[in-house]
């Protein structure tokens, strides 16, 4: 006789397809734990990124990391409990700069936003019809895979920038960092730890290698030791991020920019819904056709 216990057991391996996807519930937890952490570094650079916009209020990326942090939450949470695949979501990198230095620089913060909810609509409307699977079928597989490997190398190259060791300008990268930098030397040692880690097929090589970086940089920065990094950047407690109080401005802005005629009329607004549509749907194709390629999702569903 079944215990009500091992039934309920049974019916979530069945509704998550444990056995589809050959899962092991404690490498589940660990996996998504593993995730978690390293897709965490959205929460600190999305708000950095967007509170720079041009419109943008003062003081609001606690609002900003709620925002990024719930719309995370949501992502994730549909894509699992209802579509049931393994693969988290959270707002991506190279959008948010689009946003921010080319839409938000023409129409401002609100319309931008504004702009970025009607490429949603848009791009809802097409993965709802045929239309999403044709375009999908006629790209070639190569261009598929390279799309989810130049995301890769674009967050790469942010990581090589923020650990100064390249040296970017108006023209993205003007030469090589200062090499007796502290900061450099440290980036640069864990740098060969990761790749030591995983070629040596050590468990959780990446999550090891940023925990010790953490470890080893936040009292270097605290102190000053490594220069050209301010201290503020890494203390949750600066006037940025006092508590989520300006959740709700954030919130309410992309609804203040749809009521704005001057976003109508400017052509900025087309173009940038357009844009955002474009690399929402080939990004998103992209990396899933990768982790597909990853995991072998479509072999184990058929």
């Known amino acids: 006789m079944k215990t009500k216990e091992s039934t309920f057991v049974n019916r979530f391996r069945k509704y998550f397809k444990f ?38 209020g003062e003081n609001i990326e606690g609002g900003l990391f709620l925002s990024t942090a719930i719309s995370a939450f949501c992502a994730t949470m549909f894509m699992g409990l209802y579509a049931r695949i393994p693969v988290s979501l959270a707002p991506g990198m190279g959008l948010n700069a689009f946003f921010t230095y080319n839409i938000a620089s023409q129409i401002g913060f609100n319309s931008a ?12 409307i097409v ?5 999403r699977e044709k375009i999908s079928q006629i790209m070639p597989t190569n261009l598929k895979l390279a799309i989810g490997a130049s995301i890769g190398f674009f967050i790469a190259f942010l990581g090589l920038q923020d650990s100064q060791i390249i040296v970017k300008d108006v023209a993205l990268v003007s030469g090589l960092g200062n090499f007796t930098n ?14 030591i ?65 001057e976003m109508w009329k400017n052509p900025i607004t087309y173009i940038g819904a357009l844009s955002f549509l474009y690399m929402d749907f ?12 990853t995991l072998n999702l479509t072999e184990k569903d058929t």
């Open 127 to 131: 993965v709802m019809t045929p239309a």
């Open 197 to 261: 880690l995983h070629y040596s097929k050590i468990p959780g090589a990446i999550i090891i290698t940023m925990l010790l970086g953490g470890i080893i940089l936040l009292p270097m920065i605290a102190t000053g030791f490594i220069k050209g990094v301010d201290p503020q950047s890494i203390n949750p407690m600066h006037e940025g991020y006092k508590g989520f109080s300006s959740f709700p401005e954030v919130a309410s802005a992309a609804w203040k920019g749809f009521i704005s005629p």
């Open 282 to 293: 080939f990004d998103t194709t992209g990396t899933l056709i990768s982790i597909d390629k």
């Open 113 to 124: 936003l504004s702009v970025t909810i009607l490429s949603g609509v848009l791009y809802f």
């Open 19 to 56: 056995d589809t996807y050959e899962a092991i519930f404690r490498k589940e937890i660990i996996g998504g734990l593993s995730t978690f952490i390293a897709m965490a570094y959205i929460l600190a650079v999305n708000p950095a990124m967007v509170s720079s916009a041009n419109g943008a």
């Open 182 to 195: 502290p900061l450099v030397i440290t980036a640069l040692i864990l740098l060969f730890v990761a790749l």
